[in-house]
């Protein structure tokens, strides 16, 4: 079963740190993985997409890197600030359609 | 235009009534995609649509309607709802066709969503 995992669930930290998230997909055959960030009631803002054949991707103060023998990607934040403050959803597709979320991380940047 | 629009942002409606959720994109996008979203859980597909043609419905009721009247919009219509369908509905596009080559045909973009009560 394909499944997609982020561990922390939720994240404290006080401003200024950087940070890392992790996603993890049982099934490794990828095509694409996107990282997305939801405000509380809103919809979802795309953040990176990491193509399976790429090792990361950089935009600004995030930068995401994609292992795909390990199952493993990452969301790395730079100087955090509480603008920060949000869930971090990972999306998993496999040359569909479907993307495959993660359970996501609850992240507040404290000032 | 680089957003995916839906309206309304609010809607209530009781257990008899028909209304319906309207999302557009002018991105030139050719899937589009219905989501439902309950509180802190991450969203569900319904429906996609892929050159105005349903091509995934994922069992969802029939008291769920899509309907895609070109490739701009995506509508969902709603009749006889439960109240455990209040939800947060997501709308979301992807690019398709020529952008298979580039790895990212299926990346979404999503709009603000309709916060959906149903009394």
Same mark, same amino acid.
């Given at each position: @079963?394909?499944?997609?995992?982020?561990?922390?669930?939720?994240?404290?930290?006080?401003?200024?740190?950087?940070?890392?998230?992790?996603?993890?997909?049982? &099934? #490794?055959?990828?095509?694409?993985?996107?990282?997305?960030?939801?405000?509380?009631? @809103?919809?979802?803002? #795309?953040?990176?997409?990491?193509?399976? #054949?790429?090792?990361?991707?950089?935009?600004?103060?995030?930068?995401?890197?994609?292992? @795909?023998?390990?199952?493993?990607?990452?969301?790395?934040?730079?100087?955090?600030?509480?603008?920060? #403050?949000?869930?971090?959803?990972?999306?998993?597709?496999?040359?569909? &359609? @479907?993307?495959?979320?993660?359970?996501?991380?609850?992240?507040?940047?404290?000032? | 235009?680089?957003?995916?629009?839906?309206? !309304?942002?609010?809607?209530?409606?009781?257990? *008899?009534?028909?209304?319906?959720?309207?999302?557009?994109?002018?991105?030139?996008?050719?899937?589009?995609?219905?989501?439902?979203?309950?509180?802190?859980?991450? !969203?569900?597909?319904?429906?996609?649509?892929?050159?105005?043609?349903?091509?995934?419905?994922?069992?969802? +009721?029939?008291?769920?309607? +899509?309907?895609? +009247?070109?490739?701009?919009?995506?509508?969902?219509?709603?009749?006889?709802?439960?109240?455990?369908?209040?939800?947060?509905?997501?709308?979301?596009?992807? !690019?398709?066709?020529?952008?298979?080559?580039?790895?990212?045909?299926?990346?979404?973009?999503?709009?603000?969503? *309709?916060?959906? *009560?149903?009394?």
């Amino acid at each position: @079963k394909q499944e997609v995992t982020q561990i922390p669930a939720a994240l404290s930290v006080p401003e200024g740190e950087n940070l890392v998230l992790n996603c993890s997909f049982t &099934d #490794s055959a990828i095509y694409n993985l996107q990282w997305f960030r939801q405000d509380p009631g @809103k919809g979802l803002t #795309s953040l990176l997409l990491i193509q399976s #054949s790429q090792r990361e991707q950089t935009s600004g103060r995030l930068n995401a890197s994609l292992d @795909k023998s390990s199952g493993r990607s990452t969301l790395y934040i730079a100087a955090s600030q509480p603008g920060d #403050s949000a869930t971090y959803l990972c999306a998993v597709s496999y040359n569909t &359609d @479907k993307l495959i979320f993660g359970t996501g991380t609850r992240l507040q940047v404290f000032p | 235009d680089t957003e995916v629009t839906q309206t !309304p942002k609010h809607l209530v409606m009781g257990m *008899t009534n028909k209304k319906s959720l309207k999302c557009e994109q002018h991105m030139g996008h050719r899937a589009m995609y219905w989501y439902k979203q309950k509180a802190k859980k991450p !969203p569900e597909l319904m429906f996609v649509y892929s050159y105005e043609k349903l091509s995934i419905n994922e069992s969802v +009721p029939s008291r769920f309607s +899509p309907e895609c +009247p070109n490739s701009s919009l995506l509508n969902l219509h709603l009749h006889a709802l439960q109240p455990e369908d209040s939800a947060l509905y997501l709308c979301a596009s992807s !690019p398709r066709g020529n952008w298979r080559a580039s790895g990212s045909y299926n990346e979404q973009f999503f709009g603000p969503g *309709t916060r959906l *009560t149903v009394l």
